[in-house]
């Protein structure tokens, strides 16, 4: 995270007072007017989409297109480069195992997956705009759930995590499931 802070700052150093307008104005439709009129600089910028969670250290996009339109791919090539996406950090034997994880989480968590979500760490705007977007599919909520969450850990995350997260929301049953998968593995 913090290689994603000092190129953000590098990157609000590069733009010019013009360059901040028309990205305060790209901005709008996500960030409330009240808001924009406190940005002064681009850190405040980034700042805020920092805790909208629209940029992280896996993802960088929303950042990288808004620059691109604003002709500046100088300092969006700076962004390219330097965060890799979460599954580029992870190994590939963790990998299989989240992948694993994931599978049997979804096919034995129930209704009970937005409190195991919120111990994981998945924020309730998150939540909440996951929901909006799969209104009627339980499985690819949790699913993406699951995936904003291994998102945010990068190299972090790990199947052991999610397993102690399922035992401390009492979800054992669930919890046992996904230990039986990854026996059945090894």
């Not at 969006?76 to 480069?81: F, H, I, M, N, P």
């Amino acid at each position: 995270m913090s290689d994603l802070l000092s190129v953000l700052h590098d990157v609000s150093t590069g733009l010019t007072s013009a360059n901040l307008d028309s990205l305060k104005f790209l901005c709008g439709d996500v960030i409330g007017k009240k808001k924009l009129e406190k940005v002064s600089s681009g850190t405040d910028l980034f700042q805020i989409l920092l805790e909208m969670q629209l940029i992280s250290s896996g993802n960088t996009a929303f950042v990288r297109d808004r620059l691109a339109k604003i002709k500046r791919m100088d300092l969006a090539e700076k962004l390219e480069g330097c965060c890799l996406s979460s599954d580029a950090q992870i190994g590939p034997e963790e990998r299989d195992n989240l992948s694993l994880t994931f599978d049997a989480i979804c096919d034995n968590l129930g209704r009970d997956w937005k409190k195991f979500a919120r111990k994981i760490g998945v924020s309730d705007a998150k939540l909440y705009q996951i929901a909006m977007k799969h209104p009627y599919d339980m499985r690819e909520q949790l699913m993406e759930a699951l995936n904003e969450w291994k998102k945010t850990q990068g190299k972090d995350a790990k199947a052991a995590s999610l397993i102690h997260g399922l035992r401390e929301c009492n979800l054992n049953w669930t919890a046992d499931k996904v230990d039986e998968a990854l026996k059945g593995v090894s």
